[in-house]
């Protein structure tokens, strides 16, 4: 990292912003051509699960090249300055790798979809329809590296509570 004094290496921080992000983009490559999609996603155990539809670009490239990039932001805004040169972003954001694979088992879909639910909804179910998890895609990407960057906020050792 070109600014290692912002470099996130707390743990909690690490998990804080996987748990409050929105979104979750996801880089792939085909053919040496790149792709980056905004997801849905819940993070656990390592691993981030991503809801899609069965079929698509994305599909067709992670079959393809199953190793991705994502990143993702917490906290972001706009820092204004007197002078134009002085405006700034303030945010906390990870840039992570990993390889993608679909969940097939239907037992594991209800435990992705339940993630995702409880994320977004604050709810989960305890059943699904056989169509609706016929009709829906699960992307596991078990997370194999990660790096974390801050920018106008106090040290992510102290920081990370909604409350800050």
Same mark, same amino acid.
């Given at each position: 990292?070109?600014?290692?004094?912002?470099?996130?290496?707390?743990?909690?921080?690490?998990?804080?912003?996987?748990?409050?992000?929105?979104?979750?983009?996801?880089?792939?490559?085909?053919?040496?051509?790149?792709?980056?999609?905004?997801?849905?996603? /819940?993070?656990?155990?390592?691993?981030?699960?991503?809801? /899609?539809?069965?079929?698509?670009?994305? $599909?067709?490239?992670?079959?393809?090249?199953?190793?991705?990039?994502?990143?993702?932001?917490?906290?972001?805004?706009?820092?204004?300055?007197?002078?134009?040169?002085?405006?700034?972003?303030?945010?906390?954001?990870?840039?992570?790798? #990993?390889? /993608?694979?679909?969940?097939?088992?239907?037992?594991?879909?209800?435990?992705? $979809?339940? $993630?995702?639910?409880?994320?977004? /909804? #604050?709810?989960?179910?305890?059943?699904?329809?056989?169509?609706?998890?016929?009709?829906?895609?699960?992307?596991?990407?078990?997370?194999?590296?990660?790096? #974390?960057?801050?920018?106008?906020?106090?040290?992510?050792?102290?920081? #990370?509570?909604?409350?800050?």
């Amino acid at each position: 990292m070109k600014r290692p004094e912002k470099q996130i290496m707390d743990e909690d921080m690490f998990q804080t912003i996987l748990s409050e992000s929105i979104v979750c983009r996801i880089g792939m490559c085909q053919d040496n051509v790149p792709y980056v999609v905004p997801m849905n996603f /819940a993070y656990h155990d390592n691993a981030l699960y991503l809801h /899609a539809a069965r079929e698509g670009k994305k $599909l067709d490239m992670m079959a393809e090249n199953p190793f991705v990039c994502f990143e993702m932001e917490y906290k972001t805004e706009v820092s204004p300055a007197p002078t134009s040169c002085g405006w700034s972003m303030k945010y906390y954001s990870i840039i992570g790798w #990993g390889n /993608a694979s679909m969940v097939t088992d239907p037992e594991d879909k209800i435990k992705a $979809l339940n $993630l995702l639910m409880d994320k977004y /909804a #604050g709810e989960t179910n305890e059943s699904y329809p056989d169509q609706v998890l016929n009709k829906v895609a699960i992307i596991k990407v078990e997370i194999t590296e990660m790096t #974390g960057k801050f920018s106008g906020y106090p040290k992510p050792s102290t920081c #990370g509570s909604e409350n800050d």
